[in-house]
């Protein structure tokens, strides 16, 4: 049986192609054709079995906090918003890489972040949510 986190990660894989859509997604799946960042954690936790808000904010404080040598896949990885909110959240899937919902004109995809000089200086934490 795989954890919460792989169930996550396999939910929002399965997302791949997907356009970003401000606002977008819902625990059942793409809401106007696709997914924001938030709403693809939203989404990917909710087949976990785990409720999340659709706000990045507020998902930087719906689970436990995970230094970076401790990540596993699932867990939400957060961007941006300088001493604010973070701006942009990711999922984890191991090998340094997440999958996200960039930005406007994107699709959901997998990017490398761990050795990328934009994502490692705007890198705020991770959490794991409770599942």
């Given amino acids: 049986m ?4 792989r169930m996550a990660v396999a939910a929002a894989l399965r997302q791949i192609g997907k356009p ?15 997914f924001d ?4 954690a939203l989404h990917a936790w909710a087949r976990a079995g785990v409720r999340l808000t659709h706000y990045t904010g507020s998902q930087f404080r719906q689970g436990r ?11 939400l990885i957060f961007f ?5 909110d973070p701006t942009h959240v990711g999922i984890y899937v191991g090998g340094g890489r ?3 919902a960039p930005r406007r004109g994107d ?7 761990a050795n990328s000089p934009y994502y490692r200086a705007r890198y705020r934490g ?6």
């Fill in 37 to 40: 960042c938030s709403g693809l």
């Fill in 107 to 113: 699709v959901v995809k997998t990017t490398s972040f």
């Fill in 2 to 5: 795989l954890s919460p986190g």
């Fill in 65 to 75: 906090r995970v230094p970076f040598s401790r990540l596993r896949p699932g867990d």
């Fill in 126 to 131: 991770a959490v794991r949510p409770a599942g």
């Fill in 20 to 34: 970003y859509v401000w606002g977008g997604g819902s625990s059942a799946g793409p809401t106007r054709g696709g």
């Fill in 80 to 84: 941006g918003g300088g001493t604010g």
């Fill in 98 to 100: 997440m999958v996200h």
